[in-house]
């Protein structure tokens, strides 16, 4: 029976395959179109509050994966045919995702405030670490908790095309093709690459969020809960380590 689950696994392709590459790179390029928009924007002179400027630039960001989101869904549920369910996105047992989602996700924020504060006497914070929110006091770490449930809810925007495009669309590319096991690795190294930040810490941050990502959707076939993971990692990214200068 293990054997079974596990040819399974390493060979469970398709012989006909929703995604074609050429609609895979039309779909990415349209996603660039959002980090060339926002660097075109930057263009234009703001007021001089380098935090107005950013929570700017991150709305517009927002505006810009909304209107993503509403394409990306036109698309798999009109041109592809595709149910929500298909999609991940029906809420049949949308209380065992959410319990899922927070369950992984929640130890995050609590590891990277942790850690951070571990290393405070090392860091500097530089052009690099730019968080919102310097954790230096029980105080700062309570209104920090507010902040960091805001950055979520806002999070789940981007977070919900994201999972959209490298789970629902390139995650399946890769399984169709070559199973779910290779298909988990490649999708999640495509998702580190595709981000374009070609420094070794930050491809492997970006394959582990990809890998923990595909396992939370294929657990219950659903993107409640990687929508949850994602939305948690944007939130403590900009909160606790980079501020808004990630996107």
């Known amino acids: 029976m293990k054997n079974k689950q596990l040819k399974k696994l390493i ?82 047992n949308y209380t065992k995702d959410l319990k899922l989602g927070l369950k992984v996700s929640y130890p995050l924020p609590i590891l990277t405030i942790l850690l951070i504060n571990l290393q405070h006497q090392h860091l500097t914070f530089d052009t690099t670490f730019q968080p919102l929110v310097r954790i230096t006091s029980i105080d700062e770490l309570t209104s920090s908790i507010l902040y960091f449930i805001i950055l979520s809810l806002l999070s789940i925007i981007p977070a919900l095309a994201t999972e959209l495009f490298y789970r629902i669309i390139i995650y399946n590319y890769f399984k169709e093709r070559i199973g779910i096991i290779f298909g988990t690795l490649a999708s999640s190294l495509y998702y580190a690459l595709s981000l374009l930040e070609f420094n070794f810490g930050f491809l492997l941050h970006y394959f582990i969020i990809g890998i923990i990502a595909v396992y939370l959707y294929e657990r219950n076939n659903s993107l409640i809960s990687s929508i949850i993971w994602q939305s948690f990692y944007q939130a403590t990214s900009i909160l606790y380590i980079f501020g808004f200068q990630i996107f």
Do not use: C, R
């Not at 926002?38 to 929570?55: G, H, M, R, T, V």
């Not at 927002?62 to 993503?68: A, F, T």
């Open 11 to 92: 060979k469970g392709k398709k012989k006909k395959y929703t995604w074609k590459t050429k609609e895979i790179i039309m779909l990415q390029l349209l996603w660039y179109l959002g980090p060339l928009l926002i660097s075109l924007a930057k263009d234009y002179n703001l007021p001089n509050i380098p935090e107005f400027e950013s929570f700017f630039y991150y709305s517009f960001l927002l505006v810009i994966k909304l209107l993503i989101i509403t394409y990306l869904v036109y698309t798999l549920l009109f041109k592809h045919n595709l149910s929500l369910s298909k999609i991940g996105l029906a809420l049949d």
